[in-house]
């Protein structure tokens, strides 16, 4: 193997001081955040905690997990995802199956107009008006049914069901295998490193989503926790006058000794982003990994 020389190997320390400065930068507030949360509020609010906590209490966590509102939000955010991203991937997988089929008649019309509606929407008021008068409004079902399509996640999986040996459903069609049979039997089961990849990015979404809620709940009770979240930061100045915030804020912040909006803040960050976190390494191996090699032979 050739030896690099001076330039080459120059050239090679400067990349990895690149990648470990940005590595760092993108490491670091999240690192922060994690030691905020565990650090007293007030002793925060003094500043120069940075890469250890200083004055270190589990009082953020203990309020995060003893409010029933924040374990009530939390479980409503961990069955938004799970169910959101089941149906969701079930509904426009077989939709891209669907499209597939050229028998289907009509089917460069309907891609058209799914097309249509990734450039094209009606806007916040009229969705807004139509999620009310179908009676989704302030139900558990508005974070499922709107989002059940994608349309950018049923090309990727129409992409790939095109490129599945044709012999693979021929063959399943001799066996006595329908459409259904054939999608459920010899599509879906072939098709794990795409639906990995779009379940993730997919529960994500449904874990990270905030705004939604917002607008169409009004029961606290189906408060997601990134909402609820977004309430916290809301109040991230705590001022002497406690009346002047709402009435959920002052459930949050009853322990007023050593946490702050800010620590408190930090910690509930910390329960709604580990999660998901700790999902992708599970993950991870089916973006590489093909699973059609030596199924069939032509």
């Not at 906590?53 to 995802?81: C, H, M, Q, S």
């Not at 794990?192 to 169409?216: C, D, K």
Request: charged residues 10%; proline residues 4%.
């Amino acid at each position: 193997m050739r030896r690099l020389g001076y330039g080459d190997r120059t050239m090679v320390i400067v990349i990895y001081i690149l990648l470990a400065l940005l590595a760092f930068t993108t490491f670091y507030p999240f690192w922060n955040a994690l030691v905020i949360s565990f650090n007293e509020g007030k002793d925060t609010a003094l500043g120069g905690v940075t890469f250890w906590p200083r004055a270190w209490t589990w009082e953020n966590y203990k309020t995060v997990f003893e409010d029933d509102r924040l374990v009530g939000a939390f479980t409503i955010t961990i069955l938004r995802t799970i169910i959101g991203t089941i149906t969701s991937i079930l509904a426009t997988s077989i939709l891209a199956y669907g499209m597939t089929k050229k028998e289907l008649i009509g089917r460069n019309f309907y891609m058209v107009v799914c097309i249509i509606t990734m450039y094209f929407g009606g806007g916040l008021i009229p969705t807004y008006l139509l999620i009310r008068g179908i009676g989704l409004d302030n139900s558990f079902w508005v974070y499922i049914i709107p989002s059940l399509i994608s349309v950018w996640n049923m090309i990727i999986f129409r992409t790939f069901f095109n490129g599945l040996p044709d012999g693979l459903q021929e063959s399943a069609k001799i066996d006595g295998c329908g459409n259904w049979g054939t999608y459920f039997r010899i599509v879906l089961p072939l098709s794990g490193p795409v639906i990995a990849t779009l379940a993730l990015f997919t529960a994500v979404y449904h874990w990270n989503e905030w705004f939604l809620p917002s607008i169409y709940i009004t029961n606290e009770k189906l408060i997601p926790i990134q909402t609820l979240l977004q309430q916290v930061l809301n109040t991230n100045v705590i001022t002497a006058n406690t009346s002047a915030l709402d009435t959920a804020s002052q459930a949050i912040l009853g322990k007023m000794q050593t946490i702050t909006s800010k620590s408190l803040s930090m910690a509930i960050m910390m329960v709604a982003t580990l999660p998901i976190v700790c999902v992708y390494p599970f993950l991870q191996r089916y973006f590489v990994k093909g699973v059609l090699v030596g199924s069939l032979k032509e």
